[in-house]
């Protein structure tokens, strides 16, 4: 069946990441209590003097998406070797904006030679969100085909985060993703087939769990404090896709109540972000929001180019 793949899919998707990441960014390592009782509902970018980041401004999460992006841009694929080259550019920049820790010692390796194959993080402090975070290019190039979507989504994930459960997060966003950005994600089965997707792991098990509290309707703020929005993949990613799930036809509400859950607030806004973007279109972002963003113009310019890649697979 050919697919219909819309630019605008893919520019919300990047530009959705970017925005989620954003929003969260003033407000990362917040708990919800307190973002309710000090900002009440986030709907608007604010500045954050202490990080040097202004309103509109975004952390690691985008930093890292852009080195997939522009290195799968350049290469026309997923290239490992290219994106660990993207990864250390960007490292030497010094512009960190919160580096995770197993990237940061991932970092060190590839500076001291050691190859990408071998460079993540591992152990289970290596079950971040460095990977479901940034990954949201790889689904759009690979969305045709969903069986090298699954080894290039470990490929790359494996360069900074060496964890089951780190791989299982990048291959269930990038997952999302594609069927989002090739048009046939339905919200009724994405929790059943993400599962089918990433197999037997503990983000599998979260992300039913999710799919029982979306069933009973749960509210945002009870569903996430349960499921989690710490650094912990298999609680990002499950808040992530509640959210979006909740009210997958509504980018605003499904950002605003991912950022709301507190603590990793930039990620869960990101992967959030990512998914609702690929699947309402750029159009389906608040006008605010689109043109508030850091760095819109060279975003949407590289989603373009993804675009006119995938497409050419067809
Ligand atoms: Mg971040």
Same mark, same amino acid.
């Given at each position: ?12 998707c990047?530009?959705?990441?970017a ?7 003033p +407000?990362? *390592?917040m ?7 000090r ?48 990864? +250390? ?9 919160g ?14 030679? &050691?190859?990408?194959?071998?460079? *993540? ?6 079950? *971040?969100?460095?990977v ?21 989504? =470990? ?23 594609? =069927? ?46 349960? +499921?989690?929005?710490? *650094? ?30 507190g +603590? ?6 990101? &992967? ?17 929001w689109?043109?508030? &963003?850091?760095?819109a ?15 050419? =697979?067809?």
């Open positions: 069946m050919p697919f219909d793949l819309k630019a605008s899919r893919f520019a919300g990047l530009l959705g990441l925005v989620g990441d954003a929003l969260g960014m +407000l990362e *390592g708990r919800a209590t307190s973002i309710r009782n900002v009440g509902r986030v709907r608007d970018f604010l500045d954050a003097p202490w990080r040097m980041l202004r309103a509109g401004q975004w952390t690691d999460d985008t930093k890292m998406m852009l080195c997939h992006a522009r290195s799968i841009a350049g290469r026309g694929r997923v290239d490992v070797h290219d994106t660990a080259r993207e990864f +250390l550019a960007w490292f030497k920049s010094g512009d960190w904006r580096i995770g820790g197993s990237t940061y010692e991932a970092m060190q390796r590839l500076l001291a030679g &050691v190859p990408p194959e071998e460079s *993540g993080a591992k152990g289970e402090m290596a079950a *971040g969100n460095g479901a975070m940034r990954i949201a290019p790889v689904g759009l190039i690979d969305c045709l085909d969903l069986a090298a979507l699954h080894e290039d989504a =470990r490929a790359v994930a494996v360069i900074t985060h060496d964890n089951p459960e780190a791989v299982a997060g990048g291959r269930a966003v990038a997952f999302a993703v594609a =069927r989002a950005a090739r048009g046939d994600l339905d919200p009724a089965t994405l929790v059943d087939e993400t599962v089918a997707f990433v197999g037997p792991c503990e983000l599998a098990g979260r992300l039913l769990l999710a799919g029982r509290f979306l069933a009973g309707k749960m509210e945002p703020a009870e569903a996430l404090a349960r +499921l989690g929005t710490g *650094g912990y993949v298999v609680e990002t990613v499950a808040s992530a896709f509640f959210c979006f799930l909740r009210t997958p036809r509504d980018f605003e509400e499904t950002v605003s109540r991912a950022v709301e859950g +603590l990793d607030t930039d990620t869960t806004g990101a &992967v959030a972000g990512a998914i609702s973007g690929a699947f309402n279109g750029l159009e389906g972002i608040p006008a605010r689109r043109e508030g &963003v850091e760095a113009g060279e975003i949407l310019a590289l989603a373009e180019r993804i675009h006119a890649l995938a497409a050419s =697979r067809q």
